[in-house]
T-cell receptor, first 111, second 117 residues
């Protein structure tokens, strides 16, 4: 079945760029999403990319999609302490509205 | 505009007891989702409603879980009886569009954290 994988942890220094990676297995993905979850809160949609795009930029966020390798990344420029959270990659495939989430990457910020 | 509202935020029960969670989606959103999020995992879909119809409940353990969305707005998810393994965060989400191949932005509520003792 469809699967989405992410590394569990990432630690970066404040002010540096963070790059969170994700791989997926589905060949018929339509949209790929990045969600942010802060402690005790629900998931907040950060950004998404349509499967026929290679890149999408939104302020400090850059999403890169390599459809051939089924690899998605989220780059956060100038990482701040408020960026500390768990980041989930999610894959929506063509059969209606089903979305598969990865297990999340916990981003921690060092001073 | 209010987001997705869920209650209660926290629930502690003993095993074999029933429990119910309530969700009020964003006004005008036709599609409603219930997810379960286990510790250290991403959300997993339990059931999806389009209006009042459950269009995908393939992952709902139907022996003990039930859900309803009678008027196509609010929804209730019930577990009876609860087991230790049901301890998790139960998330509700809603989206504006009904099924289709275009991307649907799902908006999540804060979740109900369930602990079964």
């Amino acid at each position: 079945g469809e699967d989405v994988e992410q590394s569990l942890f990432l630690s970066v220094r404040e002010g540096d760029s963070s790059v969170i990676n994700c791989t997926y297995t589905d060949s018929s993905s339509t949209y790929l999403y990045w969600y942010k979850q802060e402690p005790g809160a629900g998931l907040q949609l950060l950004t998404y990319i349509f499967s026929n795009m290679d890149m999408k930029q939104d302020q400090r966020l850059t999403v890169l999609l390599n459809k051939k390798d089924k690899h998605l990344s989220l780059r956060i420029a100038d990482t701040q302490t408020g960026d500390s959270a768990i980041y989930f990659c999610a894959d929506q495939y063509s059969s209606a509205s089903k979305i598969i989430f990865g297990s999340g990457t916990r981003l921690s910020i060092r001073p | 505009e209010a987001g997705v509202v869920q209650s209660p935020r926290y629930k502690i029960i003993e095993k074999k007891q029933p429990v119910a969670f309530w969700c009020n989606p964003i006004s005008g959103h036709n599609t409603l989702y219930w997810y379960r999020q286990n510790l250290g995992q991403g959300p997993e879909l339990l059931i999806r409603y389009e209006n009042e119809e459950a269009v995908d409940d393939s992952q709902l353990p139907k022996d003990r879980f039930s859900a309803e969305r009678l008027k196509g707005v609010d929804s209730t998810l019930k577990i009876q009886p609860a087991e230790l393994g049901d301890s998790a965060v139960y998330l509700c989400a809603s989206s504006a569009r009904t099924s289709g191949v275009r991307g649907e932005t799902q908006y999540f509520g804060p979740g109900t954290r369930l602990l079964v003792l």
